[in-house]
């Protein structure tokens, strides 16, 4: 697909379950034609349990000299104890503050998502899903 003078941003926030790692391969080629484009591609994992694994791999092919700005990053982690004990301090069970991070942190990609249905639909799929323990957070799996 071509689309001139576009900003486009790709998010991808998977919830890896161990064994199984996940992969993600960001493609972003802007062709010659597509002159003054503006693009970033970002790729962020929150490892939710002991064992868990992603790779990201983010590529941007550039055949043009005249990009506005072209950029990618990927950033993996696990949950920040400094975020944990903050809401523990403040009288949240452990397993609870790790639900709260996880619904932060896939909010802040739906928020991005213009249609409020779609939004609702796909945070309280979320919810329903940590609430029942199929999003395992450390404290509710087997690998400690």
Do not use: K
């Not at 942190?105 to 609702?120: C, G, K, N, W, Y």
């Amino acid at each position: 697909m071509h689309l001139e003078r576009a900003l486009q941003e790709c998010a991808s926030l998977p919830p890896p379950p161990p064994p199984a790692p996940t992969v993600w391969i960001g493609d972003v080629r802007i062709r010659p034609e597509a002159t003054q484009t503006s693009t970033y591609e970002m790729n962020r994992n929150l490892l939710l349990r002991t064992g868990a694994r992603a790779d990201s791999v983010p590529n941007l092919e550039i055949e043009t000299g005249d990009v506005t700005e072209a950029g990618h990053a990927s950033a993996t982690g696990r949950f920040d104890d400094e975020q944990l004990f903050y809401l523990e301090s403040r009288g949240i069970a452990r397993e609870q503050a790790q639900q709260l991070v996880v619904r932060g942190f896939l909010a802040d990609v739906t928020s991005r998502i213009d249609l409020q249905p779609v939004r609702e639909h796909i945070m309280n799929a979320v919810d329903s899903r940590l609430a029942s323990g199929q999003i395992p957070t450390e404290s509710t799996s087997n690998l400690s």
